[in-house]
């Protein structure tokens, strides 16, 4: 039996890429009682709706920027996914306020009615852009961080207990650089853009990352920032494995874009506990009303504090996809 048996579960943002995967896994794995997917855009529910049909899902037109709406929505629900964001860093760079209305305040929203409408526990999805921000995405999402942390806090005792998954670079995902390439090459492409030949990014696909926020729902006690170990990859890899040559077009770095990612700064590696497969940053605050152990989770899995110059970076990762694990990986998540 998992957490999810024969309970209602509430995603925000819930007809992108991790939504549709997330539901994929709740319907072939779970028998859970509802799932709500929430989110602003009319054609993707629609077009979801022709996909999942079964009847424990319900569709709800709603905005993370209407507390109300949120606070409609979570009624009786007791598990909530929050992966609704405004996402492209350029787009982020150009209107900054409409990336804060949704990325924080929106944030706030969906904590305020977690706690209002009493449910058991949230996981946010963030990114490996909140660790050191350079970019405006990666500064709300690091303030999205630290309010679901410090939700813990005001929710008391005896309410909803809140964490956050961070990962990078998700494979295939909607807007991201594989489906950009496939477009491309399809279109009859001889050399791929690279913004810069030095770049790396950690690699996850849509399903391990699903099985990572599965897997900290029974894990988390509330306030953890839960990173998984995975590989990174060279950019002018990923473009050798994709087109077959070692040619590109350099066209230099974008807006706010990192020519390699964070997941957990030096800064941090006093809060970080290192488990098998996994990180745990834990608070930075102290939580009135409880002492946590996050050496050790729900599950009874052990962890050890990280070195005191530990740092999660993307460019001295020890695992590196090679070409050939690249390519096998693109034909997998075509």
Request: charged share 25%; aromatic share 10%.
């Amino acid at each position: 039996m998992t957490v999810f048996e024969n309970k209602t579960v509430l995603i925000t943002g819930g007809t992108g890429s991790f939504g549709h995967k997330f539901v994929d896994y709740l319907l072939q794995s779970c028998k859970p009682k509802k799932i709500i997917i929430y989110s602003r855009d009319e054609l993707k529910q629609f077009e979801m709706q022709q996909r999942f049909t079964d009847p424990c899902m319900r569709y709800f037109i709603g905005d993370v920027r209407d507390k109300d709406r949120l606070k409609t929505a979570m009624k009786d629900v007791e598990f909530v996914v929050h992966a609704a964001a405004l996402k492209q860093v350029p787009a982020a760079e150009y209107n900054p306020n409409e990336c804060i209305k949704t990325n924080i305040n929106g944030a706030q929203n969906v904590i305020d009615a977690a706690i209002a409408s009493d449910v058991s526990r949230i996981i946010a999805l963030s990114t490996d852009k909140a660790a050191n921000p350079v970019n405006l995405y990666g500064a709300t999402k690091l303030a999205s961080d630290k309010l679901f942390v410090a939700a813990n806090n005001i929710s008391g005792a005896t309410g909803p207990r809140f964490s956050v998954v961070r990962y990078g670079n998700v494979v295939g995902s909607r807007g991201s650089v594989v489906p950009f390439y496939r477009k491309l090459l399809c279109e009859g492409a001889e050399r791929l853009p690279v913004t810069h030949p030095d770049m790396t990014r950690f690699w996850i696909t849509l399903d391990e990352g699903v099985e990572f926020v599965v897997k900290n729902f029974s894990r988390m006690q509330g306030g953890e920032i839960f990173v998984p170990k995975i590989p990174s990859i060279r950019i002018v890899d990923l473009v050798e494995a994709m087109s077959g040559s070692k040619e590109f077009d350099t066209i230099g770095i974008r807006p706010g874009e990192k020519l390699h990612e964070v997941m957990v700064p030096e800064e941090m590696a006093h809060h970080t506990v290192e488990f098998d497969d996994h990180y745990v940053i834990a608070p930075a605050i102290t939580f009135f009303d409880k002492d946590l152990d996050y050496t050790r989770n729900r599950l009874g899995e052990r962890g050890k504090p990280a070195s005191d110059k530990f740092e999660y970076h993307s460019g001295t990762n020890p695992h590196f996809l090679t070409v050939d694990q690249l390519r096998e990986l693109d034909k997998v998540t075509k």
